[in-house]
């Protein structure tokens, strides 16, 4: 069935680093792909989107790589600061499937002052 | 910006309760959703409706039902509200079929005692 998921629950990383979480999905047919921060106590805030004609995209401080051969996905952050601290999650979404969105797990990311 | 509310933030309940929660967005959205999070199992689709008086099912209904007789509100009952219906629950928007970005209310925390 379909799935979405992250290969790590967890990230760390120093400030001023730069943060790469990643995602793996099952779907061939997904066409849209969709990175969400979710702050604690908020809901999940929109960062970046990208469809699958494209290899990758950028964002303010953030870029989006699709690989659609192992069906990869990953969020690079740029010189992560505090408030990058949050989950992030990875979605899905296929033509088939009437605004229907598949979400993964996410992954906690961790900042160290 | 899309402003989506959400009628509380954190609810305390009796098993066997019924439960509303009010979503309302203030864009003229024509889709709304509702999922619940849980730790460890993401972001789950309970309802969503792309219509006023429309509804459909998501991945896990059962003793959840929905209500949209305005455009712009969107509500979720729990006719008898049981503890493993405790968790964090999401309402959230896109403009239309073509528009897929999902705007999200900051949630509500409900325990069922």
């Known amino acids: 069935g379909e799935s979405v998921g992250l290969h790590l629950p967890t990230l760390s990383v120093q400030e001023g680093d730069n943060s790469i979480i990643n995602c793996a999905y099952s779907n061939s047919a997904s066409d849209y792909f969709i990175w969400y921060k979710q702050e604690s106590g908020k809901g999940p805030q929109f960062i970046i989107d990208?469809?699958?004609?494209?290899d990758k995209r950028q964002g303010q401080r953030v870029t989006v790589l699709l690989n659609k051969t192992v069906k990869h996905l990953s969020l690079q952050i740029a010189a992560t600061q505090p408030g990058d601290s949050a989950v992030y999650f990875c979605?899905?979404?296929?033509?088939?499937?009437?605004?229907?969105?598949?979400f993964g797990p996410g992954t906690s990311l961790s900042v160290i002052p | 910006d899309v402003k989506v509310t959400q009628s509380s933030r954190y609810l305390v309940k009796r098993t066997g309760e019924k439960v509303f929660l009010e979503c309302v967005q203030d864009?003229?959205?024509?889709?709304m959703f509702w999922y619940r999070q849980d730790p460890g199992l993401g972001l789950r689709l309970i309802y969503f409706?792309?219509?006023?008086?429309?509804?459909e099912k998501g991945d896990i209904p059962e003793g959840y039902s929905v209500s949209r007789e305005k455009k712009e509100r969107f509500s979720l009952i729990l006719e008898s509200a049981s503890t493993n219906q405790t968790s964090m629950y999401l309402c959230a928007t896109t403009q239309g079929q073509r528009q897929e970005t999902q705007y999200f209310g900051p949630g509500t925390r409900l325990l069922v005692l």
């Open positions: 990208i469809r699958s004609n494209m």
């Open positions: 409706s792309y219509d006023v008086k429309m509804k």
């Open positions: 979605a899905e979404k296929s033509k088939t499937s009437y605004d229907k969105v598949i």
């Open positions: 864009m003229d959205h024509e889709n």
